[in-house]
């Protein structure tokens, strides 16, 4: 199983401190521990192989990695924690035209776009909300292993 883990990069790296970066990338540190123990062997992200935004790769050189990356993923998992980040939505598009199942994770009562919201109402993507981190955690992991089931 192979599991592609989105998350901004670029406006978080840009905007947060040095305390609230570390505990953005420790969140999704743990997401993706928690996909590869249950079984997602082959969990991509960005954020990850750019050493934690050490590395900044040319845009065109992400869209080919992550795009190669799409491809070859069974499920499409989306922290969607910061609304004005849209490259996230590029790639949850990618996710819908390749017929991936889509779980997107969701700060509190933060807006999704419209077509975002279509793609839930067309049974094509699970969303789950939550105030915190952690409980961002468990209710992503908890889409995830509904969401496989179904496969």
Avoid: H, Q
């Avoid at 910061?82 to 790639?91: F, Q, Y």
């Avoid at 779980?103 to 939550?130: M, S, W």
């Amino acid at each position: 199983m192979s599991t592609f883990l989105s998350t901004p990069i670029t406006v978080p790296r840009e905007t947060l401190s040095t305390d609230e970066w570390a505990a953005y990338c420790s969140v999704i540190r743990e997401i993706l521990n928690a996909l590869r123990s249950g079984g997602s062997t082959d969990a991509f992200c960005a954020l990850e192989l750019e050493g934690w935004g050490v590395e900044v790769p040319t845009p065109g050189a992400a869209v080919i990695r992550d795009y190669a990356a799409m491809k070859r993923a069974d499920m499409f998992v989306c922290l969607y924690w910061l609304t004005n980040a849209r490259s996230t939505l590029v790639e949850i598009g990618w996710a819908w035209c390749l017929d991936i199942p889509i779980v997107i994770g969701v700060r509190g009562d933060a807006p999704l776009p419209t077509l975002v919201e279509g793609f839930v109402e067309l049974g094509r993507a699970i969303v789950v909300r939550a105030e915190d981190p952690v409980g961002l955690v468990r209710s992503v992991l908890e889409a995830v292993r509904a969401a496989r089931t179904k496969l």
